[in-house]
């Protein structure tokens, strides 16, 4: 599974990377909305994909460095954002 870029396919929305220069990450491409969310997309291979169909099962780690959890929002359909 790799982070994909554009974030929205078709959506022409700006994009920041974090982690760009951080060699101990991917370089994740987001969009972030006025509010601060962030909005992230994700390619999964066809071996990963077959396995989801299998299992059902998504695992998700999340690293909060001690700090509070932030709250997710997966989801499998293409979001409806707009510029603004």
Partial sequence: MTPAS???PGADLPEVVYAKD???????PAHRLPD?????RWRLT???RFLIFLTGNLYLWVKTFHQP??????????????LG
């Avoid at 951080?22 to 994740?28: E, F, N, V």
């Avoid at 959890?69 to 707009?82: C, D, I, Y």
């Fill in 69 to 82: 959890l932030q709250p997710l929002a997966p989801t499998v359909r293409k979001p409806e954002v707009t």
């Fill in 46 to 48: 066809w071996p990963e």
């Fill in 36 to 40: 601060g969310t962030i909005l992230t």
């Fill in 6 to 8: 554009p974030v929205v």
């Fill in 22 to 28: 951080q060699k101990q990450y991917l370089p994740l």
